[in-house]
């Protein structure tokens, strides 16, 4: 990606602005290594969150470990978090009885629509993770495919996929479900948690806004802690713009208001 300093010394103005949109990867939780989330959490301690938002992305993306962003109202604060550490990745490997790693595939998008920079950034992130013992063959595709082993799940040509990069809005609470609720439409993986399913429940059946934050809060960190998904950065909806538009807010959705705007 270009230097955003070298756009903004030409007069260029980058926005940048925190909103719910999380990068990922879907993992496998039904079959093959990743089925443990002992695995599942090694992998997400491979991952040098930091220097992959600062270095690789100078800044556009911030570090994520949890489904919600800080500025969620069902972020979960204090959740241990499985953050960067390889040495105590390498000891779960172990436990989990892969003292000498494993090798996997993932499916990663080229491009598409709020993937970031999916290249570098997997490739950024496979090298970490070959730190730790876990080799993961880069299966770059467009997006239709992505999606296509999104519909289809880790089965059949796919069975042997650990896992599927994407990105997701998560502005609204039905995405606990949806992600990762027992038979949620996009619950790739099959993750499947009683304990998880009856904190959704529970709080699309409270009357009180209270009650519902606090039970999304709860399945919050169960998917913290088992990761059906392991989340790495939220990113941070860049817009780079020519110096004589004016008047242009950065909204904290994907929806932009064009309204406002004026070139002069």
């Keep these: 990606m270009e230097s955003l300093e070298s756009l903004k010394s030409q007069g260029y103005q980058v926005k940048l602005n925190d909103y719910p949109h999380a990068w990922l990867y879907i993992m496998n939780t039904e079959s093959g290594p990743f089925a443990d989330a002992r695995v599942r959490q090694a992998f997400s301690m491979s991952i040098n969150r930091e220097g992959l938002c600062n270095d690789i992305l100078q800044g556009v993306g911030t570090p994520l470990a949890q489904l919600m962003y800080p500025g969620s109202p069902w972020y979960a604060e204090g959740v241990e978090e499985y953050t960067y550490n390889p040495e105590r990745a390498k000891e779960l490997l172990a436990e989990a009885g892969y003292p000498d790693g494993f090798t996997t595939t993932f499916v990663c998008p080229t491009s598409g629509s709020g993937n970031m920079f999916p290249q570098i950034m997997n490739e950024y992130i496979q090298k970490c993770a070959e730190e730790v013992g876990i080799h993961i063959e880069l299966d770059m595709s467009e997006s239709e495919r992505v999606w296509d082993v999104m519909k289809v799940g880790f089965k059949d040509e796919y069975a042997d996929v650990g896992a599927l990069n994407t990105s997701f809005y998560t502005m609204f609470p039905n995405v606990f479900q949806k992600f990762a609720g027992t038979g949620g439409s996009f619950n790739t993986?099959?993750?499947?948690?009683p304990e998880y399913d009856a904190c959704i429940e529970a709080a699309y059946a409270a009357t009180d806004e209270?009650?519902?934050?606090?039970?999304?809060?709860?399945?919050?960190?169960?998917?913290?802690?088992?990761?059906?998904?392991?989340?790495?950065?939220?990113?941070?909806?860049?817009?780079?713009?020519a110096p004589n538009v004016q008047n242009f807010a950065q909204s904290q959705t994907w929806y932009v208001d064009l309204t406002t705007v004026t070139v002069e």
Excluded: M
């Design 189 to 193: 993986g099959k993750y499947s948690n």
């Design 210 to 241: 209270a009650e519902s934050t606090r039970q999304f809060i709860e399945a919050e960190k169960i998917f913290t802690e088992e990761l059906p998904w392991v989340i790495v950065c939220n990113d941070r909806n860049l817009r780079v713009l």
